[in-house]
């Protein structure tokens, strides 16, 4: 499944980070969890953007909490990955208040 936004934002948070030595934010922004029109499965969409662009994924489950639980976990995941460059920080912390 493709979606282009996250609907209605239920959570955020601001990040900063380092962008080529320069200080930049990071937002992370988790909609609002929706029954899959195909199946009887739930999504969570989040969008992490960056000052290199947007990008909005989702977390699947058998219901709302448990996709939600899955959104959480893949932000977790791809802030240590794929945002790994920009050496993130939450309120001048490196645990950034996902559980992982």
Avoid at 30 to 43: A, T
């Amino acid at each position: 499944m493709s979606i282009d936004n996250i609907g209605t934002v239920i959570a955020e948070c601001e990040l900063d980070g380092q962008d080529g030595g320069a200080p930049c934010k990071v937002f992370v922004r988790f909609g609002k969890p929706f029954q899959n029109e195909n199946d009887d499965s739930w999504c969570c969409p989040y969008s992490i953007t960056s000052p290199r662009g947007e990008r909005i994924f989702y977390g699947a489950g058998v219901d709302s909490l448990q996709a939600l639980r899955i959104a959480l976990a893949n932000v977790s995941a791809e802030l240590t990955t794929r945002y790994a460059g920009f050496r993130l920080k939450w309120l001048n912390e490196t645990d950034l208040g996902l559980f992982s």
